[in-house]
């Protein structure tokens, strides 16, 4: 049955549906523009395999799978691979930080020898080593070095120090580079300090503790850290490089140790998706997000702590990029954007926000075609061309 509507409500309803109809259509166009930069610049450069969700209003919008998981298998990807997120761990370790934090257990501004009492034996030329404070280390400003393991050049050499009781050995050989607080460097130590902090107060290893405190209650139930479970081992993909136009296969499935803190999260893009999904916020969900962290936390989280300008391997790798509390922050046209990016044996990885749009974004890789090097050229490798790219999607749905 057909029903008369006035032509002023017909014209009010126009009106009213305008600005989002056109927000869409430019979403569209660009989501198709992004398609199509990711598939030629994945098959240009030789990436065996790649993926890409978007995430918007909680929801999963976009879905896509490009190339394989195994090369010589021939296995494509899908829904079901599970990708190594690398140094996008390191948000959670923020999290289960700020989760102690609101539960009274620590203060940001606490010193890190408080918890990590060993630490009092680095070399610091700088003044006392109990000025350092966790939310330095959150921040990338606490004066440590970037890799943890800077010994290895053999085959038979662990991935990554498999014990604590190994890096405490080296404590006395570690120098604080710059006098703490004073600007930003890239530390995997200072966030494996934080991991042993979390192991500490929380008396659970921190992959149980993560489990228990993030994965579980955000439903992510085909992810894990380091070794692949038995019954998710097929659906695991394998990595690589690409070095001197050849492809060479990186170890597979590999245990991270004692740095687990610092990068060892696996996981589907379904789970990653409903991470992201937390991440946003949804008001009718925020009962059920609190129980992992409060919106107030998460967005304290979010706020500007020291310029990373003169860092070109994190977020949009550019000069205006910022520090936060374990997510990194940047604008672009006038647009928020907040993410981490991780890279780790042949995995290249980028998660990126535009929370006041509501949207978000997942980009993996299961091949690096280029060493990560912190110098602008990186934004020009062609991961990097692929996820800045990500921009115009949120750029398009904040059009008026």
């Given at each position: 049955m057909s029903r008369w509507i006035p032509p002023c409500l017909l014209l009010a309803i126009s009106v009213i549906a305008s600005p989002a109809a056109a927000s869409e259509r430019a979403f569209d166009k660009a989501l198709t523009d992004f398609r199509a930069l990711h598939r030629a610049e994945v098959k240009r450069a030789g990436i065996v395999g790649s993926s890409f969700y978007v995430v918007r209003d909680g929801r999963i919008a976009v879905a896509d799978h490009l190339g394989d998981q195994d090369v010589d298998t021939k296995t494509p990807v899908d829904a079901q691979t599970i990708y190594h997120w690398a140094s996008i761990t390191k948000t959670m370790t923020g999290i289960a930080i700020m989760q102690l934090r609101d539960r009274g257990l620590l203060k940001l501004d606490d010193p890190i020898v408080r918890y990590v009492p060993e630490l009092a034996g680095v070399h610091n030329p700088f003044g006392d080593t109990g000025e350092i404070t966790i939310r330095q280390l959150m921040s990338h400003s606490a004066g440590f070095g970037g890799a943890t393991w800077r010994w290895r050049d053999r085959d038979w050499q662990p991935f990554e120090p498999?014990?604590?009781?190994?890096?405490?050995?080296?404590?006395?050989?570690?120098?604080?580079?710059?006098?703490?607080?004073?600007?930003?460097?890239?530390?995997?130590?200072?966030?494996?300090?934080?991991?042993?902090?979390?192991?500490?107060?929380?008396?659970?290893?921190?992959?149980?503790?993560?489990?228990?405190?993030?994965?579980?209650?955000?439903?992510?139930?085909?992810?894990?850290?380091?070794?692949?479970?038995?019954?998710?081992?097929?659906?695991?993909?394998?990595?690589?490089?690409i070095r001197n136009g050849k492809r060479v296969e990186a170890p597979f499935d590999v245990d991270t140790g004692v740095t687990v803190s610092n990068g060892g999260l696996n996981s589907p893009l379904p789970d990653m998706a409903k991470y992201v999904a937390f991440l946003l916020g949804d008001p009718t969900r925020q009962a059920?997000?609190?129980?992992?962290?409060?919106?107030?936390?998460?967005?304290?989280?979010?706020?500007?702590?020291?310029?990373?300008?003169?860092?070109?391997?994190?977020?949009?790798?550019?000069?205006?990029?910022?520090?936060?509390?374990?997510?990194?922050?940047?604008?672009?046209?006038?647009?928020?954007?907040?993410?981490?990016?991780?890279?780790?044996?042949?995995?290249?990885?980028?998660?990126?926000?535009?929370?006041?749009?509501?949207?978000?974004?997942?980009?993996?890789?299961?091949?690096?075609?280029?060493?990560?090097?912190?110098?602008?050229?990186?934004?020009?490798?062609?991961?990097?061309?692929?996820?800045?790219?990500?921009?115009?999607?949120?750029?398009?749905?904040?059009?008026?």
């Open positions: 498999p014990s604590w009781e190994q890096l405490k050995a080296m404590i006395p050989y570690t120098e604080v580079k710059f006098k703490p607080g004073s600007r930003f460097s890239y530390s995997n130590p200072g966030i494996v300090y934080l991991g042993q902090v979390i192991e500490r107060l929380s008396g659970e290893d921190f992959e149980v503790y993560i489990d228990k405190n993030i994965l579980r209650p955000l439903g992510m139930v085909s992810s894990y850290f380091d070794r692949t479970p038995l019954y998710l081992l097929p659906h695991r993909t394998h990595s690589y490089y059920e997000y609190d129980v992992v962290l409060k919106r107030a936390s998460l967005e304290e989280m979010w706020k500007p702590q020291i310029s990373a300008g003169e860092d070109y391997t994190q977020g949009r790798m550019a000069k205006t990029t910022w520090s936060g509390l374990s997510f990194f922050l940047d604008q672009t046209d006038g647009i928020r954007i907040v993410g981490h990016n991780g890279d780790q044996n042949g995995f290249r990885a980028y998660l990126s926000l535009c929370p006041d749009q509501h949207i978000g974004s997942l980009l993996t890789f299961n091949t690096e075609t280029r060493e990560v090097e912190n110098d602008p050229g990186n934004r020009d490798m062609p991961e990097s061309r692929i996820a800045l790219a990500t921009d115009s999607l949120c750029k398009a749905v904040a059009r008026k």
